[in-house]
């Protein structure tokens, strides 16, 4: 069984910085191309960042392009999200997931495994 943890989350107020973890229990983590979506209260779970199918090349959505860095270590099966430059409108529960297919890295249907969450509050 696979599981994903996430951790890191926190408050912080706007400008500063968080480092989210992301680890992988029960199955290789290079088995995986993985991402990180994030939830703000009312509305629909988005992507945010991925790795691309083969692990070489990243993809970050436009809200996060500049100020998010999507990074993992293989020999510690974890993935992190580095984000800089935080803003109010970044709160959300931000999730780590795992890809099993080589669909689209931005679409959340092609995730099968999800980790439980970790909240991201900026205050302004």
């Known amino acids: 069984q696979v599981q994903l943890v996430e951790s890191g989350g926190g408050l912080v107020q706007a400008g500063g910085s968080l480092r989210l973890s992301c680890v992988v229990f029960?199955?290789?983590?290079?088995?995986?191309?993985m991402g990180w979506f994030r939830q703000a209260p009312g509305k629909e779970r988005e992507f945010v960042a991925a790795?691309?199918?083969?692990?070489?090349?990243?993809y970050y959505a436009d809200s996060v392009k500049g100020r998010f860095t999507i990074s993992k270590d293989n020999a510690k099966n974890t993935m992190y999200l580095q984000m800089s430059s935080l803003k109010p409108e970044d709160t959300a529960v931000y999730y780590c997931?795992?890809?099993?297919?080589?669909?689209?890295?931005?679409?959340?249907?092609?995730?099968?495994?999800w980790g439980q969450g970790t909240q991201v509050t900026v205050s302004s």
């Open positions: 790795f691309s199918w083969s692990g070489s090349s990243t």
């Open positions: 029960g199955r290789t983590f290079s088995s995986y191309a």
């Open positions: 997931a795992a890809r099993t297919n080589p669909g689209s890295a931005s679409q959340r249907n092609n995730y099968a495994y």
